[in-house]
């Protein structure tokens, strides 16, 4: 077997193939170039797009070259989902997005060099079409029997499904014949539940061009639950550092579940196989000691937000538990550890509370008579100095960056007020 295959395979990035002999054979040949494609649906790329990352990266090292298709106009119509009918963003909303998107896939691959990737926008060629060429040169290769089989249209028929949506297939099986006509692209991959797409454009290259294409769909990662891996109970996990700090990024991977862990490792770290599963056997042995938890959330952190950041945010957790000191961190920082402590707001020109009131409000303690309590017992803390005095109250050199306080009862529960200016 192709040893780049059988290592997609290891890594657990192979869901769908088209025949896994024939595109071994056919990497095998010599470089190949492969594309994937980004729909700009919001501002910023998520974690399911960085599995298809992941995998580029890995063609890349192999030799491959890479093409990163951002949808200037897909983006503008959107993949059919399950849930429902697509609200169509603007158009100059998905302008802004193609270009942020732009700058987050150039920054997490290497666009230098003879296999250097390439950005591409499949405006640039939808957009000379009209609806009468694109019709008799792309829509006579589809037949609606096979456009109906496609599973998220028979599970939308009954609530409803747009022509637009209906021929979402069709833009994209378009995109893959051009990358082929123009760059010899031959191969695409994407998430399983592109499937459908990936076998149409092929589909579309071998009806209209005579010629051979491959693809790999990737597999939805989940949570042993079942449910969906890269969501939060305050939503998606986003690579913006705006939509999801490095500090609540690093923490999500930290918290990774055990039976799972190791299974990311292997799809976002770049370790080899040897020391991954070195990982794998300590984090057996000794499961307390999180080994492959921290190796998973150092090595996506560093590559998607950098190692400054990581360091950063280490330091942030670090100084929440009294390890290290929280008037170090930097505003930023302190502002990403206040949100995912859910901080208490304080309204400006309110005076500030007693360390008891503050307790109570930032959550750690159920009521002030508990509040008091854990004061007596030595253990409420405020930016980690244990307070003695039950009648203490907070002053402004307890405002972390002017306007943050961090409070904690015990070892463990932590929360944060956020005074506003």
Do not use: C
């Not at 890349?60 to 119509?77: C, D, K």
């Not at 010899?184 to 209209?208: F, K």
């Amino acid at each position: 077997m192709n040893a780049l295959i059988d290592e997609l395979q290891w890594r657990g990035l192979i869901a769908h193939s088209t025949d896994l002999d024939a595109l071994g054979a056919h990497l095998d040949e010599g470089p190949v170039s492969a594309y994937v494609g980004f729909d700009p649906t919001a501002p910023s790329i998520h974690m399911g797009n960085l599995v298809q990352l992941m995998l580029m990266r890995a063609l890349q090292r192999a030799g491959h070259q890479p093409f990163l298709l951002v949808g200037g106009s897909t983006g503008l119509i959107g993949d059919p989902k399950q849930a429902g009918e697509r609200v169509m963003n603007d158009a100059s909303v998905v302008e802004g997005w193609v270009e942020r998107i732009r700058a987050q896939v150039g920054g997490l691959i290497d666009l230098d060099g003879q296999r250097g990737a390439r950005l591409v926008n499949n405006l640039d060629w939808t957009g000379r079409i009209s609806a009468l060429d694109f019709l008799r040169d792309v829509g006579k290769h589809f037949s609606v029997n096979r456009m109906l089989d496609r599973e998220v249209v028979k599970s939308r028929l009954d609530s409803g499904i747009s022509y637009t949506e209906f021929s979402y297939v069709l833009l994209q099986s378009l995109d893959f014949r051009e990358l082929y006509r123009t760059h010899g692209v031959t191969m695409q991959t994407g998430g399983s539940d592109q499937w459908g797409n990936i076998t149409a454009g092929i589909d579309l290259i071998r009806r209209s061009e005579g010629g051979k294409a491959h693809g790999i769909g990737t597999p939805l990662l989940t949570k042993a639950d079942g449910t969906k891996f890269g969501k939060t109970e305050s939503g998606t996990v986003w690579l913006d550092p705006e939509m999801t700090s490095p500090y609540a990024f690093h923490q999500y991977f930290l918290n990774a579940e055990d039976a799972m862990v190791v299974s990311y490792l292997k799809v976002f770290s770049e370790r080899p196989r040897d020391e991954i599963d070195e990982i794998a056997r300590q984090q057996e042995e000794k499961p307390f000691l999180r080994v492959a938890q921290r190796a998973l959330a150092d090595d996506i952190t560093d590559l998607v937000h950098g190692r400054p950041e990581r360091e950063s945010a280490e330091a942030a957790a670090a100084a929440l538990f009294g390890r290290s000191e929280l008037a170090e961190l930097d505003d930023r920082t302190l502002a990403a550890v206040a949100k995912e402590l859910g901080a208490a707001t304080v309204p400006a020109g309110e005076s500030l509370p007693s360390v008891v009131d503050a307790l109570v409000t930032a959550g750690v303690v159920p009521s002030k008579s508990a509040g008091r309590r854990a004061i007596d017992e030595g253990g409420a803390y405020v930016n980690n100095v244990k307070v003695t005095d039950p009648d203490a109250v907070l002053s402004p050199d307890d405002l972390l960056g002017g306007r943050y306080a961090i409070v904690r009862r015990g070892k463990k529960t932590v929360g944060a007020l956020e005074f506003q200016r």
